[in-house]
């Protein structure tokens, strides 16, 4: 099958179908989901909480994301590879945030996710006219989560309602090939699906968005904890603490390793 490229994922929103990205940060991982025959991987800076145990996606660095999408890159999947743009890495500048893309770029990535809205417009617009595809992410933006007052639903009231939309139609005037909106009321993610002219891929955001992304850990059931949004399809973890603990029962009792297994 071809590879996706952002006209594909246009070709698809225009046609109706719904859009489905997951997150991946190795080889390993990466070849599997895009087995499943998902559209893009999300190279997510969600890295830092369930693979490198930080406190929160603050702590992750562009060296870190250059090395999970580069991992992910090596599994040359189908999936278009989607890099996040880590905390620090493009509020300063124009510049700053061109070079931070250009890495992530050269690490593999075939476009960059960054968070905001109206504030980061320019930012979008700069790294679009460099060639690189942005896709933005507004609604529950973890990066500023300070400024926010939190992990919180986003579009509860009118005025964070109108916020959220103004955001949205501010980065797709600046290139911005897709939206993710994160933990944003539902009835407000249709509003903004129904205004823009470019695809919105939800996560805790109800069922109109253009498509889902979840984080695969949530999938999995890996993660040590997981939002209310996120839906378990498989309890990998317990499945894992099995199967070691079987491993581990069978070197102590002398059963592994058996004579099918050496030489």
């Known amino acids: ?53 930080y406190p929160s996606t603050n702590q992750v660095t562009l060296d870190d994301m250059v090395r999970a999408v580069s991992a992910v890159a090596r599994a040359e999947p189908r999936a278009m590879i989607v890099g996040d743009m880590p905390f620090g890495s493009y509020e300063a500048s124009d510049e700053e ?25 320019g930012r979008v617009r700069a790294i679009v006219r460099a060639g690189i595809p942005v896709m933005g992410h507004l609604g529950l933006t973890p990066q500023k989560r300070h400024l926010l007052g939190g992990y919180r ?25 897709a939206v993710v909106l994160e933990f944003v009321k539902a009835e407000v993610a249709k509003r903004i699906t129904e205004e823009l002219s470019i695809p919105t891929i939800c996560i ?44 581990a029962e069978e070197v102590r009792s002398g059963k592994f390793p058996g004579e099918e297994h050496y030489w």
């Open 204 to 247: 805790g955001a109800g069922p109109h968005c253009s498509g889902q992304v979840l984080v695969m850990h949530d999938i999995l059931g890996l993660a040590p904890f997981s939002p209310p949004f996120a839906k378990k399809y498989f309890d990998c973890g317990k499945a894992v603490v099995e199967a070691v603990r079987e491993f």
């Open 97 to 121: 945030a061109v070079r931070s893309a250009v890495e992530l770029v050269r690490a593999g990535a075939e476009a960059v996710k960054l968070e905001g809205g109206r504030e980061v417009a």
């Open 1 to 53: 099958m071809d590879k996706v490229t952002v006209r594909t994922i246009m070709k698809k929103y225009k046609k109706g179908e719904k859009i489905v990205m997951v997150t991946a940060y190795d080889y390993a991982f990466a070849r599997l989901v895009d087995q499943a025959g998902v559209d893009a991987i999300l190279v997510g800076d969600s890295l830092g909480m369930v693979v490198l145990g």
């Open 153 to 177: 639903l986003r579009g509860k009231s009118e005025e964070e309602a109108r916020e959220l939309i103004e955001d949205a139609k501010a980065l797709e005037e600046a290139g911005a090939f």
